[in-house]
């Protein structure tokens, strides 16, 4: 058949690489052995000759493996690992690909535990430097001859900032540094990272692709561009595999079988459920999200408003170039930020809390809340006010949810 559309291949793809008794869905596999009638074939797994093999759950099952091949297809990939949860996949990615003497230039605008395992990577040695990554010269300039590795989000949470994607992926490709790409907020229905030459791509799958506010996951994706050979860290052991698996093959073995954050095929199940409708529940969110962002611009009692489907917004012509839809996710600050608590509490609709990508429409302050350990000099310098409250659209009808601010906005007068 011919390359499938997006949610063709979601909808399909468990049945079309074969499930048991013709089920359209791939069981829930609890085993945590896996027995084989010749001990040859044992050997083979553990060995890695015998391919799609399993031997003990924690580096994987088959219902895992088919949202592994569900994550590949939806980012055009060559391979996927899932992990427990988001922050799994990210922490595994960075301790098994990076070692200490090592440098890691990040983006400064990164998910708050992100930012907070940076930290932690400098107690280990290694070093990390944080730039502006909206601006491709303040990459360039960071990047020293032990930079091993480049880290960005595509649209970061909560100031909305887009980095140059496509230029910090050139300078990776001419400099031969691994390119990781958290797509959490864009997700594949909006953008792939192999189109800007990411080398890996995380995914935390918590967020829209599971979609419903009831699983944790995160994976990581190889685009297949990034030639492993010429990276030094890969582990003898792994240098036997082709060259396009070796960083993935060193993430499975050294990140998930020996740090141990396996996803569990419960959780793989609600979430490959989730994936089905991701396409379907984007694009309602996202142009839920950007009916708000319009009203909620065009209001008196609210000062900025950050989202990049807006013609205000610093980088609109980047999310416009790149991405099938500016996502779910909007940042505002109220005129008067002494009357935040009232309004927001005033709000019917919006559930007060944390968390991304739901279908019901969330809301939350956020220096007070995500960012508070993070203190005031680290949020100013991501651009987070002290007033700033984040919204993570959901799917619920526009007409309701722009009632509910106008009702709620009147407590501003
Ligand atoms: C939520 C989030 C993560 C972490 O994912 P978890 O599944 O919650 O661990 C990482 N990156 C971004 C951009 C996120 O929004």
Known sequence: MEKQGFTTAIVHGDRNTGTEHGGVHQPIHTSVQYG??????????FQGTKKGGFNYARQGTPTTAALERKITSLEEGVGTICFSTGMAAITATFLTLLRAGDHLVASRYVFGNTNSLFGTLRTLGID???VDACNVEDVKQAIRPNTRMVFVETIANPGTQIPDLQGIGNVCRERGIA?????TITSPALFKPKAVGASLVINSLTKTIAGHGTALGGAVTDTGLFDWSTYPNIAEEYRRSA???QGLLQIRKKGLRDMGAALSSEQAHTIALGAET???????????????AQFLEGHKAIGNVYYPGLKSHPQYEIAQALFSGASWLLSFELQKAERMIDIVNALELPIKATGLGDTRTLIIPVA??????AGPE????????DGMLRLSAGIEDIDDLIADFSQALKLAA
């Open 243 to 245: 060259a396009k698996e």
């Open 128 to 130: 990390v430097t944080t």
């Open 36 to 45: 084989f009638d010749r001990v040859e074939d044992l050997i083979g797994v």
């Open 179 to 183: 390119y990781v790409v958290d797509n």
């Open 278 to 292: 991701l396409a379907l529940r984007v694009k309602q969110s996202s142009d839920n999200a950007l009916a708000l």
């Open 368 to 373: 007070p809340t995500i960012f508070f350990e």
């Open 378 to 385: 680290t949020r100013k310098a991501m651009g987070i006010s």
